[in-house]
C-alpha cells in the first residue's frame, strides 16, 4: 500500500525555521515527482513546492521563494521541505503528495497535476 508519513511541524516564532520531511512506504520514490501543499483555517489548498522525480529540477510559488528549499534523498525514500524566515502567513497543515512519471527525468509537473497519493498532513504554526 502507498503510503506517505509528513512529520517535522510544530510552533515557531517568527523568524524562526522548520525542516519537513516526507516519507514513503510501500513503493519508492525513485519515478515520482513530489509536491508539497498547504492549506490554512477558511482557505483553499495551495501548492508550496515540487520536486521533479529526479531531483534536477525544482519550482515554488512566489511567496516561498528565497526562503523555502525543497529536497529529495531517494536512498531514504524520503522528501524534505527546508522552511527558514517563517512567518505568520505560513501557518497551515502541510501536505506532500506523489505523482508518478514514466520515467526519471527533471520535469516538474504543475500543482494542478492530479497528484495520486497523499499524506495526512503536519501542522506548521508561525507566532509569536
Known amino acids: 500500500q502507498l503510503q506517505l508519513v509528513e512529520s517535522g511541524g510544530g510552533l515557531v516564532q517568527p523568524g524562526g525555521s522548520l525542516r519537513l520531511s516526507c516519507a514513503a512506504s510501500g513503493f519508492t520514490l525513485d519515478y515520482y515527482a513530489i509536491g508539497w501543499f498547504r492549506q490554512a483555517p477558511g482557505k483553499e489548498r495551495e501548492g508550496v513546492s515540487c520536486?521533479?522525480?529526479?531531483?534536477?529540477?525544482?519550482n515554488y510559488i512566489d511567496s516561498v521563494k528565497g526562503r523555502f528549499i525543497i529536497s529529495r534523498d531517494n536512498a531514504k525514500n524520503t522528501v524534505y521541505l527546508q522552511m527558514n524566515s517563517l512567518k505568520p502567513e505560513d501557518t497551515a497543515v502541510y501536505f506532500c503528495?506523489?505523482?508518478?512519471?514514466?520515467?526519471?527525468?527533471?520535469?516538474?509537473?504543475?500543482?494542478?497535476?492530479?497528484?495520486?497519493?497523499w499524506g495526512q498532513g503536519t501542522q506548521v504554526t508561525v507566532s509569536s
Open positions: 520536486i521533479s522525480s529526479s531531483g534536477g529540477s525544482t
Open positions: 503528495a506523489a505523482v508518478r512519471m514514466l520515467y526519471s527525468s527533471n520535469y516538474v509537473p504543475p500543482f494542478r497535476t492530479t497528484f495520486g497519493s
